[in-house]
Each structure stands twice: as structure tokens, then as C-alpha cells.
């Protein structure tokens, strides 16, 4: 079984989902979009501004759940456009250190209420 992770300093789930969930040394949290957790809305058009909310959407996703970015394992990036990767991979770069986990990062279709970026993270607990 596994426990929902939920905090006020990230966006509240805009669907049938928890923001995270606890399953044993696992915290598996859910795509983060750049809502400022505040108003919903986002923070910005710039994709540069979106990368910084989402990464701050789930450090305080991580906080509450007791850790913090050097606990992620594994990450998935959804971009709207792969030209946008390199600003995308700055910024998410600045906010973790060696050794950096998995990673993957898409071009998709679409992302939810037209974000640019998307990511999920699975962190471990030591």
C-alpha cells in the first residue's frame, strides 16, 4: 500500500492524482507543471521561468516528504519542444549535484493546460 504525499507549497493536483505517493523507500512524485502553488495559474510563458517553478514545485513536493533533490533517482522531462532543451537542462542542472540521477527528457505533443516543460521524479529515502 503506499501513502499520498500532499503539500500547499506545491500546485494541488488538477486531476485524479496525488502529488506524490510514499511506497516503502520509494516517493514516486507526479508530473510537475509551472503552477505557482498561490494562484494555480503559471508563473510565466518564459520556459526558463516554467523549469525554475516546476523545480521548486517539487522541492517543496520533496521537503514535505522529508528530502530533497539529491534523494531523486530518476527524472522525466516532458518539453513542448526539444529547442527548449538546453535552457531546460540549465536550469534543472542548477539545482542538483554529482552524481545526478537517471534522466530522460521527450518532445511530447502536448503538455497539461499548455505548459513548456513537465517533469516527474522518483526519490529515494536512505
Do not use: C, W
Not at 94 to 117: D, F, N
Request: proline share 6%.
Amino acid at each position: 500500500m503506499f501513502k499520498p504525499i500532499a503539500t500547499e507549497k506545491a500546485p494541488a493536483a488538477i486531476g485524479p492524482y496525488s502529488q506524490a505517493t510514499d511506497v516503502g523507500n520509494l516517493i514516486f512524485i507526479s508530473g510537475q507543471i509551472p503552477l505557482d502553488p498561490s494562484t494555480q495559474a503559471f508563473v510565466s510563458e518564459d520556459v526558463k521561468e516554467q523549469t525554475e517553478q516546476v523545480m521548486k514545485n517539487i522541492g517543496a513536493i520533496l521537503h514535505e516528504a522529508g528530502l530533497s533533490y539529491q534523494h531523486i533517482a530518476k527524472a522525466n522531462i516532458y518539453l513542448d519542444s526539444m529547442d527548449d532543451f538546453s535552457i531546460v537542462n540549465e536550469v534543472y542542472a542548477s539545482y542538483l549535484s554529482e552524481p545526478y540521477p537517471a534522466r530522460a527528457a521527450v518532445e511530447v505533443g502536448k503538455l497539461p493546460k499548455g505548459a513548456k516543460v513537465e517533469i516527474e521524479a522518483i526519490a529515494v529515502k536512505e
